[in-house]
């Protein structure tokens, strides 16, 4: 009974009312990127663009992220949640509500957020609901969150563009990534941060569905 508990905790949202309450006090993370160099926090330059992805366990999808010409910056964090300033422990209990997400600061002059709307559909499996393969949970979810209307309509469109070529290729799960406006981002620990780059033989966990996404085409 136990053990069936816990998996229900990790696997249904809490409220307001049932999450941890957390800290005032923020985490302590890097002051600037292990691979770049850049500014974790900022400020960046102006002009320009963020966004928050959540593809399951975030060591992985942030070192592809970061690879992307015209990313200036990426950091790991927390979104989606109520439990002000949570700890990694904290998040894995599935009682904070928040999932995993990789922080993307971009120049949208170098690179367009229908290129990294592709990469995100296309580089994990968006049908798995609260988990991404082995990894169940709440803080796996698939997750994008935005900063203005018009990222908004664009993740959307390339949402249900991406199901409709799904449906075309003959699979039958249905696209769960959830899509809104960004609340808080809260910094991940500095262990956390660019970990693959730091730990190259560590776990990353990506595994996408062989479906091309057709936005821009």
């Known amino acids: 009974m136990f ?6 905790k990790k696997t249904a949202m809490p409220d307001a009312d049932t999450a941890l309450a957390g800290r005032e006090t923020e985490i302590p993370t890097s002051a600037t990127h292990f691979v770049n160099g850049h500014a974790l926090k900022g400020p960046y ?23 992307v ?13 109520y ?19 990789v922080l993307v600061v971009y120049d949208p002059a ?3 957020f229908a290129d990294i709307l592709k990469i995100f559909f296309e580089e994990h499996d ?16 698939s997750a994008i969150y935005v900063r203005d ?21 003959g699979h039958t799960g249905k696209v769960t990534t959830e899509i809104e406006m960004a ?3 809260y910094f991940a620990e500095a262990e956390h941060q660019q970990y693959l780059a730091k730990n190259p033989r560590g776990y990353c966990g990506l595994k996408g569905t062989g479906v091309s996404c057709p936005i821009g085409a």
């Open 3 to 8: 053990l069936i508990d816990m998996f229900n």
């Open 45 to 67: 330059p102006s002009g320009y663009k963020q966004v928050e992805l959540g593809m399951g366990c975030f060591w992985g999808a942030e070192r592809l992220l970061w690879q």
């Open 69 to 81: 010409p015209g990313v200036h910056v990426t950091a790991v964090g927390y979104a989606g949640g």
């Open 83 to 101: 439990t002000k300033n949570p700890t990694y422990q904290e998040t894995t209990t599935g009682l904070t509500g928040h999932t995993e997400v």
């Open 110 to 112: 170098k690179v367009a």
């Open 126 to 141: 968006p049908t798995q609901g609260m988990r991404q393969g082995n990894d169940i949970g709440t803080t796996y979810r």
């Open 149 to 169: 209307d018009e990222q908004l309509a664009e993740a959307r469109a390339a949402r249900d563009l991406f199901q409709a070529a799904l449906t075309k290729a």
């Open 183 to 185: 609340g808080r981002f």
